[in-house]
């Protein structure tokens, strides 16, 4: 069986940026079990899979697997699955995805780019000592989703770029995502990403945690609107809104890899 295959640098405005996802359209599902072996044979934070929408209401339906785990929402590989079926027809202006666990998401051109829309999940205080201790900081305040999304706020840059996590005890939490944010210098707020659960150490760029991020920031700086980095090794930067119960995140594409994967 032969798997159209794109890899893309998603929130990218050049190669070796951003956060790299593979985009695999299929005509129906194969076996979850297959489709996880495809994403550890990839190797990359997500491998997204599509195939069309049989109630007409969305365009595809999309899943999202890393190289152990099928996720419940990744920014990143929508973004990368929009940009993958807009390039190939010049003259659609947004595509529509159906998921299994975050509703209908939408990725439309906006600008040289792209405007990516995925559901705002507020957060709750509370109390993280095992995540605290693992990443071995300070915390200004602590947060939670109940989808298994830590918001770890502390008070600069600087203590985000300095973060040196304890993975193995990170690891040691579960399936968890682990966002730590501050303010930021030349952006309005910055970030790093943690997911050793989902055996990812640290995610590069990662738009579901800025679908919990973005209505934190947007209550305390009190509009809807700023810039973010993600200051990840590879680094990326998004533009953040927030509209109703939807944060529209703003970044580019750049494909990189263009290719057939040969399923035995």
């Known amino acids: 069986m032969r798997i159209p ?12 940026a951003g956060n790299p996802a593979a985009v695999m359209p299929l005509a129906a599902w194969l076996p979850d079990a297959t489709l996880q072996a495809i994403a550890a044979e990839n190797n990359l934070s997500e491998t997204a899979f599509l195939i069309p929408d049989a109630t007409g ?17 990744c920014g990143h590989a929508t973004l990368a699955s929009g940009h993958v079926v807009l390039s190939s027809s010049g003259d659609r202006t947004a595509v529509r995805f159906r998921t299994r666990h975050a509703g209908m998401l939408e990725v439309a051109r906006a600008d040289a780019g792209y405007a990516m829309a995925l559901p705002a999940w507020a957060t709750e205080p509370r109390e993280l000592p095992a995540i605290v201790a693992a990443l071995g900081v300070r915390p200004v305040e602590t947060r939670w989703h109940d989808r298994g999304y830590g918001l770890v706020v502390v008070e600069d840059e600087a203590t985000v770029r300095g973060l040196r996590p304890d993975f193995a005890a990170l690891r040691a939490q579960g399936d968890l995502l682990t966002i730590v944010t501050a303010p930021g210098t030349d952006t309005d707020i910055v970030s790093r990403v943690f997911a050793a659960g989902a055996g990812i150490d640290e995610d590069p760029v990662t738009g579901a945690a800025h679908a ?53």
């Not at 295959?5 to 070796?16: K, M, P």
Request: proline share 4%.
């Open 5 to 16: 295959f794109t890899q893309v640098d998603a929130f990218a405005d050049a190669a070796f």
């Open 57 to 73: 209401e969305a365009d595809h339906e999309l899943r999202w697997f890393t190289p152990t785990t099928e996720v419940e929402l």
């Open 212 to 264: 919990v991020s973005v209505p934190y920031w947007a209550k305390r700086f009190g509009r809807d609107r700023f810039t973010a980095y993600q200051a990840s090794a590879r680094g990326g930067r998004l533009t953040c809104a927030l509209r109703g119960d939807q944060v529209v995140l703003g970044g580019t594409c750049v494909t990189v890899i263009e290719g057939t994967f040969l399923l035995p």
